[in-house]
């Protein structure tokens, strides 16, 4: 049974007497299985009190290794995030351990935060485009290598990957994959996009990947690289974003880097091809229409 195999991880990393009592129950499943584990007695752990835990369940090692790295990544760049245990590899299964955090009720105190969370990421500068590693976005693979240019950055690793993955699912044409690529290298030039320096993002921020706990907010599930902080501003955007665009300016104005209303229809076209390949043909024409009024 799963829940016993995650007491016993646990009780053999933190060597913990066997006889101690935990509660492991499953928590929410998505594309991946997260379970809360309740210690009757406080675990130390650095300079950290536990006494519950999250234990997330990733069959896949490379994409668990991705999780656990851009966690990593967004804790050392100060955006608050679960604080990360560690991750055990356990005969075919992968458990990322980490702080559980219970949500509460969105307040203007967790939107402070949240917004501090994304001012400190974005101060973090590199001297390329992508990433040091390939790592995941949802459940594809999702390409990094370093590049001087955002346009070859931003082509080569984010959308030739995915429209030639829809093409190849029968979702788009060849014709319609040359009318992307005109349109991108058109907004590129216009925008400047060369001038802006590559930042730390998390890369999958939608409202789904923030929880709000007690005046604070925590971001998950991370695909991080260095980039365009508008890539996240876009992807909060298609789902329902809890700020507002005077909010993502305060943060540009903050971290001095340019940011216009029409950026986030451009930028949103990754993660719409994203939720294509991933879920299907209906987002298709929110792609189809932004073809069709910049072609």
């Not at 992508?130 to 976005?137: D, P, Q, R, S, V």
Request: charge should be neutral; aromatic fraction near 16%; proline fraction near 3%.
């Amino acid at each position: 049974m799963i829940e016993q195999e995650i007491k016993k991880i646990l009780i053999e990393y933190f060597q913990l007497d066997s006889s101690e009592e935990m509660i492991v129950k499953l928590h929410s499943t998505s594309l991946f299985s997260l379970y809360k584990v309740t210690s009757k007695i406080p675990i130390f752990f650095k300079d950290r009190t536990f006494t519950t835990f999250a234990v997330k369940r990733i069959d896949n090692q490379y994409i668990a290794n991705s999780e656990w790295d851009g966690l990593q990544f967004l804790h050392n760049y100060n955006a608050r995030v679960p604080y990360p245990i560690q991750i055990i590899k356990n005969l075919d299964k992968n458990f990322l351990i980490m702080e559980f955090i219970e949500k509460t009720k969105f307040s203007q105190n967790s939107k402070k935060d949240l917004i501090q969370s994304l001012k400190n990421l974005y101060t973090h500068k590199e001297s390329f485009f992508g990433y040091t590693k390939n790592n995941f976005i949802g459940t594809l693979l999702q390409k990094n290598l370093q590049y001087k240019h955002f346009i070859d950055f931003w082509w080569d690793s984010r959308i030739e990957p995915m429209i030639d993955l829809a093409i190849e699912k029968k979702y788009f044409t060849i014709k319609q994959k040359n009318q992307i690529y005109k349109i991108i290298k058109t907004f590129c030039n216009d925008w400047n996009l060369e001038s802006n320096e590559p930042r730390a993002i998390h890369g999958d921020l939608w409202s789904g990947n923030i929880l709000f706990s007690n005046d604070q907010a925590f971001l998950i599930d991370p695909s991080v690289s260095y980039s365009h902080p508008v890539q996240d501003f876009a992807m909060l955007e298609l789902f329902g974003s809890p700020l507002n665009f005077s909010e993502y300016q305060l943060i540009a104005d903050y971290c001095k880097f340019k940011i216009l209303p029409e950026m986030i229809e451009f930028f949103q076209i990754y993660p719409l091809l994203v939720h294509v390949n991933i879920f299907g043909i209906s987002y298709k024409n929110q792609i189809i229409k932004f073809i069709e009024r910049h072609r």
